[in-house]
């Protein structure tokens, strides 16, 4: 799984959309969470971008906008892997920090609801104080999880991009791919963390 923001789905030169580009690059299906559209305030759609290897049973789209501020939203999708069912939430959260603390209060409300199965939550929730309201409240229902240091790309040192993952201890190992070819790829280096899932 690949969560990704700010994707642009204007048309490349070769007359396919960015989105597009990246699911046929890599082979995985590409579930789009737009949040800024063409022609309502952009000039193409943008916003979220989940990329799977695995089969995607359900797609479910949360609404994180705030009156004011930057459309932002969650994507929402149950994935098959081995063992079952994975509940996958890639989210973007804003600049502010009223605007993340209504967005964290909201998408933990959605999260509420009962689903057995195991979760992950991830993607740029642009806190970087460790110890504001918002990532309190994440930390109180996902529990701890280490934040290594993925912004600027150049020089890493604020911990902007996170994941966290339900049931507690089933994600093994998070870490900031630094290397030649993601520092000039985007101003945050990618962040990757390994699950051992019940089941395999």
């Not at 609404?63 to 063992?83: H, K």
């Not at 280490?146 to 201890?169: E, K």
Request: proline content about 9%; aromatic content about 8%; hydrophobic content about 40%.
């Amino acid at each position: 799984m690949v969560a990704l923001q700010e994707v642009d789905a204007s048309p490349l030169g070769r007359g396919t959309f960015q989105m597009d580009y990246l699911a046929e690059a890599t082979g995985y299906t590409a579930i789009p969470g737009t949040t800024i559209y063409a022609g309502s305030g952009g000039d193409c759609d943008f916003g979220n971008v989940l990329l799977s290897a695995y089969p995607v049973t359900a797609v479910r789209h949360i609404d994180l906008s705030i009156d004011g501020y930057e459309p932002r939203g969650a994507i929402d999708a149950d994935v098959r892997v081995a063992g079952g069912l994975l509940r996958v939430v890639a989210t973007h959260l804003g600049l502010r920090h009223r605007e993340r603390a209504a967005q964290v209060r909201r998408l933990l409300g959605a999260l509420e609801e009962a689903y057995p199965r195991p979760l992950v939550l991830l993607g740029d929730i642009n806190e970087w104080w460790p110890w504001s309201r918002s990532l309190r409240r994440l930390r109180e229902r996902f529990g701890p999880s280490p934040a290594p240091p993925a912004f600027p790309a150049a020089s890493p040192v604020l911990a902007l991009d996170r994941i966290w993952a339900r049931p507690r201890g089933v994600l093994r190992k998070i870490w900031a791919v630094r290397s030649p070819a993601t520092r000039p790829a985007s101003d945050h280096l990618p962040v990757m963390g390994c699950l051992d899932l019940p089941g395999g």
